[in-house]
């Protein structure tokens, strides 16, 4: 079974400034999709970006970037210049290429954007 | 455009009480799931569909069940309901294409107490 973990339970940074959150899997399969979903307080579960396992070109998205090291396992999230509704809960999950399209989730990043 | 639409938003039930989660989708989108997110954790897959007629455990199927009769609607039943489930309940839906986008409800937190 695949398993997701986030290491950090919070972080904190002012405005302005570029935040890494970690993300680290375990799974056997070669071809995969891995996904950052933001959750504000609201709850609603806003997909930020996604990688596909067999791209070896980071994704991005505006101020949204990844940094995937597929050998290491590893998926982390870069928020550059962040702002304050940034501030959210950010859930790293994982995808199996085959089968039906079920997510598993990590425990998720407190991440608040100080002014 | 109403994407996936959960009722009831907010649910307050007594043990033992039934009660069903009602989701609907406007996408035509063949798999539709139910998630929970229990607190501060991420979420966890009870039972997801893959079109009509389909449906098939998750990771936490326990006390629970689903029926998929159309391609819009997937309800989630509560049996007997126990204070481990208090939660909030997430339906989702996507296409069936290998590593779609998953449309998420804006969730239905449910306590029982």
């Known amino acids: 079974a695949q398993t997701v973990t986030q290491s950090q339970p919070e972080m904190s940074v002012q405005e302005a400034e570029t935040v890494t959150l970690s993300c680290t899997y375990d799974t056997s399969e070669n071809n995969y999709y891995l996904f950052w979903y933001k959750q504000p307080p609201s709850r609603q579960m806003i997909l930020v970006i996604r990688?596909?396992?067999?791209?070896?070109q980071n994704a991005t998205e505006n101020r949204f970037s990844v940094n995937f090291q597929k050998a290491a396992k590893s998926f982390s999230l870069k928020i550059s210049d962040s702002q304050l509704g940034d501030t959210a809960m950010y859930f790293c999950?994982?995808?199996?290429?085959?089968?039906?399209?079920?997510?598993?989730f990590g425990q998720g990043t407190r991440l608040t954007i100080n002014p | 455009n109403a994407g996936v639409t959960q009722t009831p938003k907010f649910r307050i039930l007594k043990i033992g009480q039934s009660m069903t989660l009602q989701c609907t989708q406007d996408?035509?989108?063949?798999?539709m799931y139910w998630y929970r997110q229990d607190p501060g954790m991420g979420l966890k897959l009870i039972y997801y569909?893959?079109?009509?007629?389909?449906?098939d455990k998750g990771e936490v199927p326990n006390g629970y069940n689903v029926s998929r009769s159309t391609t819009e609607d997937f309800p989630l039943r509560l049996e007997l309901a126990a204070p481990s489930q208090t939660s909030v309940y997430f339906c989702?839906?996507?296409?069936?294409?290998?590593?779609?986008?998953?449309?998420f409800g804006e969730g239905s937190w449910l306590t029982v107490v």
């Open positions: 569909s893959v079109g009509a007629g389909i449906t």
């Open positions: 989702a839906s996507s296409y069936r294409f290998s590593g779609n986008t998953i449309y």
């Open positions: 999950a994982f995808m199996r290429e085959q089968g039906a399209q079920k997510l598993v």
């Open positions: 996408m035509n989108h063949n798999y």
């Open positions: 990688q596909e396992a067999y791209k070896q």
